[in-house]
């Protein structure tokens, strides 16, 4: 058989990566190694082109602070938006974390009123209250609602912005300890075909094997049309960190 083979559009690795989220690209690129597929990471920083951009069959993009999301918001502008919305409704799957999700929606409202104009792909937008009220920090589990079994999944949060959902995206979950997306209807972040948009820094994905796998598998389905059963690995390691999160915040689960 053909060995199959990723490319994995990284955006913006030099602006958009905070509290370890380069870990999400490492853990993508090991669980397809670890079961014979190749992976190719491309960087798509300011000035790439959307042709780079169109290669990719699984995109990556984490969170920033507002000036860096601006210096994005700009770059995107000059064709790259088009793009994205594009591969986003034809189902290529991405993990957008923080300052990443929140650019995928409708605005993002700085602390002072300053608007970032967002993509406007998913149905949701973000508004920070200003600086006199509190940024939601912490770790955070939360109930997964697009993972079979509703498993949990576990990270660290820390966010100026309250994301508000419509009703054209759904939540990937429930809080049950943290924030999540606005601190009071305890969602937490939003899935769209394979686009998932989450708040959980930490990096997300080596506490979540799960939530790799679950993009993995979306992309070789959607590349090699077929039907793709990920060989199981042994995650004992990444199961126990995940768990000590969870004992930590006490959950009962
Ligand atoms: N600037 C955004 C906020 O504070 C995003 C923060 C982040 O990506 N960590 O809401």
Redesign the pocket.
Known sequence: MKKMKLIIGWLYPDLMS?YGDRGNIIVLQKRAKWRDIDTEIISLSVGSSSKELRKSDLIFMG????RQ?KIVAEDFRKGKSEILKEMIEDFVPGLY???AY?FLGKYYKEADGTVIEGLGILDLY?E?PGINVP?LIGNIVFRSSFLPENTTIVGFE????RTYLGKKVKSLGQVLKGYGNNGVDGSEGAIYKNTIGSYL?GPMLPKNPHVADFLLAAALKRKYQENIHLQKLDDELEIKAHSVIVRKLKIRV
């Open positions: 905070t969170g920033a602070q507002d999301q974390i923080c300052g929140q973000t920070n940024r820390n966010h100026g912005g820094h």
